[in-house]
């Protein structure tokens, strides 16, 4: 076990390193794409917290990625930069503020319904934006500024470059990760994983669940919030596709397909998922087929849960399982 | 005699047309074990979900410190001190028996909802874990998984669990159910020992466990109370030697 976490640790920190030398090496492109894919990475990792330790099957996270986004984009002035000191966290607060209304109601669910009622509030702000005019409508909203980040009157990083962006990217996500595991090893994450296994026994052990569960949704909501700024931020406009439902199933599937309750699985979920996506409609690759990546993907999703019910991160755990063992052998 | 610390009165369950407690009135007190007993299906374990808030009553009262538990979240009921086993093992399967335990004192402190302070560090949770460990006779199991353990080991977690929240009254249900006689005799010493600074509520079919500690003995049928007193008492009444018709060996071991 602490063999294991050791080992855990050693490989986490290697792929920061790794990630920290790419822009170094990496084209415009692919520096884009793994901004992209650590953005998707917090907003997976957030997912894992309700549906990997709390067992809160959600599926209408990205109604908080997509409020996020708007709030941005509403917030920024038309023609001047807004600061990232207040616009991140007010669009996140707007997030808690979101998942605490609607969080005290959906976590009245259970089960089926909680995932129904979670797509369900998801859709309706999806029809907020999509059939006013201050959300823009269909076409949405451009931010024609990226928010600045000063520290008096010197500018700390300039968004405008990719590498810039890149790296307050990797900073948060380093800092999301550890702050999730902080938060699930202290006595509050214990709790929620014992609602996960057992929340009738939870509460006649004197816990009350639903506090419990809805802090977790409120953390979860304000960090998908924080991926929701990022991606606004990276792409420059917001428009109601980021609250739909494709938008929560997508994350959803790279928290499995990583392997869910372990926070580092639903990342590289995340990763896998953007990259098969990349891959899947490559037309130098795949031609004609390219235009139906989605058919392949589903394939592998299918192989991936058949087969690896722990998903990609099953794999680490049955490789470091292996070396443990073999170390034991030599000791 | 001392005054009850928790009474019920004409506490009653329905479920649809059956009534599952009927009018039941108990007195739990500090220092005593109040058994109850009665056939299959008597209501006992409905009972039980009573008072520990697991079911609202369709009627009657739950006196407990002098307020009105009644229609409370369990979680709440078991905050005030009433710590309950289940008959149908109810634990955290995938956790070690410590984790089981840990967790369990966790909810008795001020510091549940410290997001940033690891979950291990707190020294007088661990201590009350352990110690719940120790006197369910679960200590050698400490790092064990809980699905992993035999049947009476879990029942002995059941058991531990309950204890390391700390409660001022015990409800107890069946807590000798499927435990070997090694670990039973145990088990009763325990029930012994603890009677002393605790309000026991104990439901068991073992009728020789229930003579051996209980102080006063409530028969249930059929949701209704038919007798309750001390044991000699019960052990004489004409009413209980009818309900248990053919079963009297039952009633004397
Ligand atoms: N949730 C429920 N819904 C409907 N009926 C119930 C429910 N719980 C219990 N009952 C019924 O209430 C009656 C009393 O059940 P209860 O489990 O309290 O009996 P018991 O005395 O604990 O029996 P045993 O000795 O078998 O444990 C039974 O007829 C049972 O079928
Ligand atoms: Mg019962």
Redesign the interface.
């Known amino acids: 076990m602490h063999a294991h976490g050791r080992m855990l640790n050693a490989i986490l920190i290697a792929a920061v390193v790794a990630l920290a030398a790419f822009p170094l090496a990496g084209s415009t492109f692919y520096t884009q794409l793994i901004t992209k894919i650590m953005i998707m990475a917090i907003f997976a990792m957030s997912l894992d917290l309700l549906v990997g330790y709390t067992g809160l099957v959600s599926f209408g996270h990205a109604a908080f990625f997509g409020l996020a986004g708007y709030a941005l984009a509403l917030m920024v002035p038309k023609y001047e930069a807004a600061s990232l000191w207040w616009t991140l966290p007010a669009a996140m607060a707007a997030c808690a503020a979101f998942a605490l209304v609607t969080g005290a109601l959906v976590l009245r669910t259970r089960g089926i319904f909680f995932i129904m009622v979670t797509l369900a509030f998801a859709q309706m702000l999806f029809f907020v934006f999509h059939d006013t005019k201050f959300g823009g409508g269909s076409d949405g909203i451009y931010i024609y500024n990226k928010p600045h980040l000063k520290l008096g009157e010197t500018a700390l990083l300039d968004l405008e470059k990719l590498d810039h962006f890149y790296y307050l990217v990797l900073v948060l996500l380093v800092a999301v990760y550890l702050v999730l595991r902080r938060i699930l090893g202290s006595t509050f994450g214990h709790a929620l994983v014992g609602i996960k296994v057992n929340e009738h026994r939870m509460r006649a052990l004197g816990f009350p669940a639903f506090r419990y569960k809805l802090a977790a949704y409120v953390i979860s909501g304000a960090l998908a919030g924080m991926s929701g700024y990022l991606a606004a931020v990276q792409f420059g406009f917001v428009n109601p596709e980021i609250i739909s439902w494709h938008q929560s199933g997508a994350v959803l599937m790279m928290v499995i397909l990583g392997g869910m309750g372990t926070l580092y699985g639903p990342a590289i979920g995340a990763f896998a998922f953007v990259m098969m996506q990349e891959l899947f409609s490559n037309q130098a690759w795949f031609g004609a087929y390219a235009k139906h990546w989605q058919l392949a993907m589903g394939v592998t999703i299918i192989l991936v849960a058949l087969y690896l019910p722990q998903g990609l991160s099953g794999l680490l755990q049955k490789f470091g399982r292996r070396k443990e063992a073999a170390e034991a052998e030599h000791d | 005699m001392t005054e009850a610390i928790l009474s019920t009165v004409d506490l009653t369950r329905r479920f649809g047309g059956l009534v599952a407690v009927s009018k039941v009135s108990v007195d739990l007190r500090v220092g005593e074990v109040h058994a109850v007993i009665g056939p299959n299906g008597a209501g006992k374990t409905t009972l039980t979900n009573l008072l520990?808030g697991?079911l609202a009553p369709t009627s009657g009262e739950i006196r407990y410190a002098g307020a009105d538990l009644a229609g409370l979240?369990?979680?709440?009921i078991?905050?005030m001190g009433i710590g309950?086993s289940?008959q149908k093992t109810?634990?955290?399967?995938?956790?070690s028996v410590f984790?089981n335990c840990?967790?369990?004192a966790?909810?008795?402190?001020p510091?549940?909802?410290?997001?940033?302070?690891?979950?291990p560090g707190?020294r007088d949770?661990n201590r009350q874990a352990e110690a719940a460990m120790e006197a369910a006779g679960l200590a050698r199991r400490r790092d064990r998984v809980a699905a992993t353990l035999s049947h009476g080991e879990q029942r002995q977690l059941e058991i531990a669990?309950c204890l390391a929240?700390s409660p001022r009254v015990l409800l107890l249900d069946e807590p000798l159910a499927g435990m070997g006689p090694h670990e039973s005799q145990r088990m009763v010493e325990l029930i012994k020992q603890l009677s002393e600074g605790h309000a026991i509520m104990l439901i068991e079919h073992d009728m020789d466990a229930v003579f051996a500690v209980a102080h006063r003995l409530t028969v249930m049928v059929n949701g209704e109370v038919i007798e309750s007193g001390t044991p000699a008492e019960v052990r004489n009444s004409p009413a209980v030697q009818l309900a248990y018709l053919g079963g009297e060996d039952n009633l004397h071991g």
Do not use: V
Request: charged share 25%; glycine share 0%.
């Open positions: 520990s697991d979240p369990s979680h709440r078991s905050r309950r289940y109810n634990i955290f399967l995938p956790f984790e840990r967790l369990a966790q909810s008795r402190t510091h549940a909802w410290r997001a940033f302070s690891r979950a707190f949770i669990m929240t």
